[in-house]
């Protein structure tokens, strides 16, 4: 197989890992661990970080926009109303049209309220905006938001922040088989093998925050997801053996003693 550009919304990247602004200790740190992932992608949670007083340490002093591509999120949103009205301020403050949605369902578990994702995704798309979309690992709901106008389907691998991993290897392929978009497993991931696994499984992308960010060596942890993706998605395209359950002699028999 023949690896494709990692493209979004017709924008070619060679990085396929994104990577999160939350959580660090500071921007400094923030900015470090981005430049040791290799990231060309970083979400700004908009209602939380500070990306337009500038008498306050801006996320712009440390991240230029212009060498990284900034994707406007929306968390913390629990309904639609509140998802595009934190995009629209986004647009207004740095002309961002492609944005990362976000609608959560609960606080306690932060799952994605799916109705009035499909709902955002439906308004955010006709007013022009390219929305990538957290969601859930329900293939009909991932079809269905291709079908509203998303540029990349961005299921849970588990629970945001928790660090489970791939918890349904199966829903996730399924998604692949039948979409043509971009697909990039959001939330859940916990160390580097994670992150392989979701590549070796055919994904696009991963995108990492808490795992980075919370690590006890972030800058450390930055460039471990770095080389897992790699090393992930060069497994994908090469082609993995079949399982089987008997063992296979790695030399012939052929002019054995």
Avoid: H
């Avoid at 968390?75 to 986004?90: M, N, P, Q, S, V």
């Amino acid at each position: 197989m023949i690896d494709k550009k990692f493209k979004i919304a017709n924008k070619k990247f060679k990085s396929r890992l994104i990577v999160g602004t939350g959580k660090y200790k500071s921007f400094n740190e923030c900015a470090k661990a981005i430049k040791s992932s290799g990231a060309e992608i970083v979400t700004v949670a908009v209602r939380r970080v500070n990306i337009s007083n500038k008498n306050k340490a801006r996320l712009m002093d440390y991240i230029d926009p212009k060498k990284i591509t900034y994707l406007p999120n929306t968390a913390g949103c629990f309904t639609a109303e509140d998802a595009i009205r934190t995009l629209r301020l986004a647009r207004e403050i740095g002309g961002w049209k492609l944005v990362k949605l976000e609608v959560l369902g609960d606080k306690k578990n932060l799952f994605p309220e799916m109705i009035e994702t499909l709902r955002s995704t439906e308004l955010l798309t006709k007013e022009g905006f390219q929305v990538m979309v957290y969601c859930n690992d329900d293939p009909l709901m991932a079809k269905r938001l291709e079908s509203a106008g998303a540029v990349a389907i961005m299921p849970l691998a588990a629970p945001i922040g928790s660090g489970l991993g791939i918890q349904n290897k199966v829903n996730i392929k399924i998604i692949r088989k039948q979409t043509k978009l971009p697909l990039i497993i959001d939330a859940g991931l916990g160390q580097a093998s994670d992150a392989s696994i979701a590549m070796e499984l055919g994904c696009d992308g991963v995108l990492i925050n808490t795992a980075i960010a919370k690590a006890k060596n972030p800058i450390q942890m930055a460039e471990a997801m770095k080389l897992a993706v790699i090393s992930g998605r060069k497994s994908f395209l090469s082609g993995r053996i079949s399982p089987n359950l008997l063992g296979s002699a790695s030399t012939t028999n052929k002019g054995i003693i």
